[in-house]
């Protein structure tokens, strides 16, 4: 105890020691100043200053632009950039999603690789119809007095084609006779037209090419993307007219008739019609005689 007491002693006696700091003229060594300090009053003069200079160096950075380069710290410019980056990585990441759905439906397109027990048979009238049941289709009395008035301003009509058609009609890509109807529970996703080779095939509606490629099993085959959500698959053509990313009106020719790829055995067109991803009957909607 007595040792570690004098320990203590020595080490407070040295703390406590005083020293005289002199400031010296070196051509004359005049004293200039002169002053008595110790250890712990150095100690004390240290921590003091390093104090001081952490508070400014605090305060510099917290109160100007400096503190961007400091991990944690942040302005409103940078916060709002960042919050609008969010949004758009979201608004991408919906784009992909939906950019994905619709790259499956075109996979399932060209493969016919879907459950049949799925699909809506009636999708592609189902948006715009209501039940028939509780329809009243019965013409008012203005109603047939226009359409009367209209009926014979179209006889005098040299372009009758200008007039307004409100109705989503699809033209016939192809006359014929159909040799096989749409069967989605054996897998086959639309119906077979025979006609003559090389007989012009043309789009049911105006539309984009979106595939215009040729492929083993199908030969060469064009596929049109329509309004609202429909798409037209055109198979086993002789030759494609069209190419990927071409506009098409309705009743342009795109293809030719033709007899090409493995499944074929014969002059034919492959006809299907997709709506939102899923097969409909071509021949619920258009007339093919």
């Known amino acids: 105890m007595q040792k570690k007491k004098k320990k203590k002693e020595r080490i407070l006696e040295k703390l406590l ?50 503190r961007e380069y400091v991990p944690g710290y942040t302005t409103a410019s940078v916060k709002n950039k960042a919050t609008r980056l969010v949004y758009e990585v979201d608004s991408l990441e919906t784009e992909l999603a939906q950019t994905k759905t619709y790259f499956n439906s075109i996979k399932n397109v060209l493969t016919g690789d879907i459950d049949a027990a799925r699909i809506k048979k009636d999708s592609m009238v189902s948006r715009d119809t209501t039940s028939e049941e509780n329809l009243d289709i019965s013409p008012s009395k203005a109603d047939s007095l226009l359409r009367e008035q209209v009926k014979q301003e179209e006889k005098y009509n040299l372009l009758p084609e200008a007039v307004s058609n409100t109705d989503y009609t699809l033209f016939a890509p192809i006359k014929g006779t159909v040799s ?34 040729w492929t083993v099993e199908t030969g060469f085959v064009i596929i049109l993307e329509h309004q609202f959500g429909l798409i037209s698959v055109y198979k086993h053509n002789e030759n494609l007219l069209k190419e990927q990313g071409d ?39 258009i007339n093919f005689n």
């Open 17 to 66: 020691h005083r020293y005289r700091l002199v400031i010296l003229n070196d051509d004359t060594f005049e004293e200039r100043i002169s002053f008595n300090i110790n250890r712990l009053n150095v100690a004390i003069v240290i921590i003091f200053l390093s104090l001081i200079l952490v508070s400014l160096t605090s305060v510099l950075i917290a109160f100007t632009p400096l």
């Open 247 to 285: 506009l098409v009106k309705s009743g342009e020719v795109i293809a030719r008739l033709g007899n090409t790829g493995t499944l074929s055995s014969g002059a034919h067109l492959h006809f299907e019609l997709w709506s939102d991803g899923y097969p409909v009957d071509p021949e619920d909607y």
């Open 180 to 213: 096989r109807s749409f069967e989605a529970e054996e897998a086959h996703y639309g119906i077979d037209i025979n006609a003559r080779e090389g007989s012009p095939i043309k789009a049911v509606r105006d539309g984009s090419v979106i595939f215009s490629e």
